[in-house]
């Protein structure tokens, strides 16, 4: 067993929030430059490169790229044979967001009751996912997620007559249904099967994935492409102004399901598409 005290994950969290709000990766920034050059739309083509140039000036300038630097999504991958000591390991995470927030001016967008809705002042609780895995290594991803895009969320208990094409259709009605205010360009995360709960974490984790990359289940991989063309033909564009790139890809995460069920979840991401990962 390899004992790791719970508090070693706070300041990599710190850092790895800062990193997260602050600086879009290359991959990101290659597809948004990607996108620039395939827009037909001129005004598209400015929001493209206003956007790219906003990325460019944050990162320069240690700034948040978008003022809503959102719920912080924590995803925990905790080897077997790691023994934990010290503080609650929930708390040592919380403390790393709080101090992460608090050091690098993110802005503190949390609310203690959903209904009350006092600001809880410092980004706290994060939405904590724990896998557990083979090894003895810790594997943290901070994935900030601004409400402008997690609101267009949706969920579906299709059935399995529904098959690929209800599949389908439900996607393009709530990217359709979505317009503008995931701010475009987005990245589509699908989660497909399991139970409710599992698709919708699935439709979250398929956002963790580089825009280019594709499922390694063919089939899935030949969805992910089509589902990219169709959304691209509805016109949507560049924060909604009327172009021909509004999504820069879509990622499929599928699982095992009941006989009787085809749950599928979307999670859409808007065009900052911001996450930091490392290694303990
Ligand atoms: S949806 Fe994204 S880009 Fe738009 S305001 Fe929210 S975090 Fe910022």
Sequence with gaps: MRRI????VIPVIRQLCIEACQQLSSNVTDALRDARAREESPLCQEILAMLLENAAFASENHLACCQDTGMTVVLLEIGQEVCWEGMPLYDAVNEGVRQGYRDGYLRKSVVDDPLLRKNTGDNTPAMIHVDIVPGDKVTITILPKGA????MSALYM???????QGVKKAVLEAVERAGGKPCPPIVVGIG???TMDKAAFLSKK???REIGARNPKPHLAALEQELLEEINKTGIGALGMGG???ALDV???AFSTHIAC???AINLQCHAYRHACATI
């Design 5 to 8: 005290d719970t508090s070693a």
């Design 148 to 151: 402008g895009s997690e609101n």
């Design 158 to 164: 299709l059935t399995p007559a529904d098959g690929v």
């Design 192 to 194: 497909l099967g399991g």
């Design 206 to 208: 398929a956002l963790l």
């Design 244 to 246: 021909t790139v509004t």
């Design 251 to 253: 990622h499929i995460e």
């Design 262 to 264: 085809l749950p599928l």
